[in-house]
């Protein structure tokens, strides 16, 4: 069973699109966020003087649909960023448009942490598939003590929790592979067809993602004028989640994260489609929107005062 988890936000001048700060209720990490317009004041934070782990975050001109990420640690993140911020002919990095820095309030993490935390994210991130990552490969860092070890998950793991929260899905893990006991939602089943093209597919709602499952099937080209789902499919073509099949359709060859049913139809479909109405229940003649709205109809409405 899931439990609530209390997340306290700060916006440290009083803009959203300033300084962030978040903290997860018993929990000793801190994260502090900012674009890149803001370094001058984030490196003069106290956080910036600590040891800690970074991400610089920017978009990638190859892929519209995922962000460029760079990962890093540091017994003094200031410095870091500095020299990140250079030019790159000076040793900086260009791409990045966004920074977030994870420490410790209780200033417990030591640099043989943060090496440790900075190997372990580098792999999460790979293994995620939601970023390009500009670092190289991740060292095999694992000489910290088991107990330390088992700190360092749970560290992480509450960073896999905040980052989403700030805007940075990169190390979210994907929907499809959660392993923790399916709710009735997760349990139904949606199934689209298109006759004409012999194409199917199925797909299931899990943690508010729309997900379609390996082996569905969709049209071997996008069909419509080009748009930000046609920029999609083309996109899911070249990385290979679309693969080709012999009788001319394509093959989700794995389970897909979409943000909407609609956003899944659409890739089945070739063009644009409404989600609502083209996924059905399995085995029955029920739409998406139609199964949505009973539950959401099923539930009791509180009662009104005066």
């Not at 939602?185 to 006759?195: C, G, Q, R």
Request: aromatic share 8%; hydrophobic share 35%; with cysteine.
């Amino acid at each position: 069973m899931s439990h609530g988890r209390g997340i306290r936000l700060f916006l440290v001048d009083g803009t959203p699109n300033g300084l962030l700060t978040a903290e997860i209720m018993n929990w000793t990490g801190h994260a502090l966020t900012g674009p890149r317009t803001k370094l001058t004041e984030l490196v003069q934070r106290p956080e910036c003087g600590r040891t800690g782990v970074y991400f610089l975050v920017g978009p990638d001109p190859d892929n519209a649909m995922r962000p460029l990420v760079y990962i890093g640690e540091s017994d003094d993140v200031a410095k870091r960023l500095k020299q990140h911020n250079r030019p790159e002919p000076q040793g900086g990095k260009d791409f990045w448009e966004r920074v977030c820095l994870i420490t410790s309030k209780d200033q417990n993490l030591t640099k043989a942490h943060v090496k440790y935390l900075e190997s372990q994210l580098i792999t999460i991130a790979k293994q995620s598939g939601r970023c390009g990552l500009v670092n190289g490969t991740a060292h095999d860092y694992t000489v910290l003590p088991e107990s330390d070890q088992a700190d360092m998950a749970f560290f992480i793991e509450q960073i896999r929790i905040i980052l989403p929260v700030l805007g940075f899905d990169f190390l979210r893990e994907p929907a499809a592979l959660h392993t923790k006991s399916p709710s009735s939602d997760e349990d139904t089943l949606f199934e689209m067809e298109l006759p004409k093209y012999g194409v199917k597919a199925q797909a299931r709602e899990i943690d508010g993602s729309f997900v379609v499952l390996q082996g569905s099937e969709a049209r071997p080209k996008w069909t419509a004028k080009a748009n930000g789902y046609g920029n999609l499919y083309d996109q899911l073509v070249k990385d290979g989640v679309l693969a080709d099949e012999a009788n001319g359709k394509r093959l989700f060859a794995q389970d897909y994260e979409f943000n909407s049913p609609s956003a899944a139809a659409a890739i089945v479909s070739g063009r644009n489609a409404n989600g609502r109405i083209s996924w059905m229940v399995r085995g029955s003649q029920t739409t998406y929107g139609d199964w949505q709205s009973s539950l959401v109809e099923a539930q009791d409405s509180p009662e009104l005062t005066d």
